[in-house]
């Protein structure tokens, strides 16, 4: 989401607003993607506090990936022994996740040819995060009472699977509303996710950075994918 969030320190706020937020490390969401600025202005509802000892960096790759991870992780219930596949997994977050559960996790990207890897025995879960012809044929080798996450959409189009479909494969499938958050929840998630990050449970790939006057490059960068994980401006 370009500009859609912030990291930074809380220079001043408003009459109604506690005091102690100033000089604090924090990210925050921001409203109309309007986070391309030197100095933005956010609602004090939207602050979350960065925790002692985590990089702003890592604390502003975390914003929105991380509570969108820790949403599918839990609603998709992963237990030790599952076999999970990831697709669109270079980001790492649900790998690492599933990992700590004490499943086994297949990550796929960029082609169909990983997916080979799951097919002998078939997934529990499926996390997609790509949509389109490799979102169905990740379906496809999704178990009988597996769970499928259709959520990805890099391909172009959603996985799309009509209740039908998902009644005669037996499978559970959820879209992209289980991740569209009201902002309160979104800030639980993401006080969550960093306290994980500092704890050292979760580490976000910040594969390059960019200042912001260069921000063409950046999204230039994006589209080729020239790079893992996440891609910053920094001021």
């Not at 949403?71 to 649900?94: H, Q, S, W």
């Not at 559970?172 to 704890?199: N, P």
Request: proline share 3%.
């Amino acid at each position: 989401m370009p500009g859609g969030g912030v990291a930074g320190r809380v220079g001043a706020v408003g009459e109604a607003v506690d005091r102690a937020w100033v000089g604090r490390q924090v990210v925050a969401k921001t409203a109309s993607f309007g986070g391309y600025a030197e100095r933005v202005v956010v609602g004090a509802e939207d602050l979350v506090g960065v925790p002692d000892g985590l990089e702003p960096r890592t604390a502003a790759a975390l914003l929105h990936d991380g509570p969108t991870a820790l949403e599918l992780f839990d609603n998709a219930d992963v237990k030790t022994g599952d076999r999970v596949l990831v697709t669109a997994a270079a980001g790492g977050l649900g790998i690492q996740l599933v990992h700590a559960a004490g499943a086994t996790v297949i990550g796929a990207a960029r082609g169909a040819r990983k997916l080979d890897l799951a097919r002998e025995h078939g997934a529990d879960v499926v996390f997609d995060g790509v949509g389109g012809e490799i979102g169905r044929a990740a379906l496809g080798i999704t178990r009988r009472g597996g769970w499928f996450s259709a959520h990805g959409v890099p391909s172009g189009s959603f996985t799309t699977v009509s209740e039908e479909e998902a009644k005669r494969l037996g499978v559970t499938v959820r879209g992209i509303d289980q991740v569209q958050f009201s902002g309160d929840k979104a800030v639980r998630l993401a006080e969550r996710a960093l306290s994980e990050a500092a704890a050292g449970r979760l580490r976000p790939v910040v594969g390059q950075t960019f200042p912001l006057a260069d921000a063409a490059a950046a999204h230039a960068a994006v589209e080729s994918r020239a790079v893992l994980g996440k891609t910053l401006l920094l001021v």
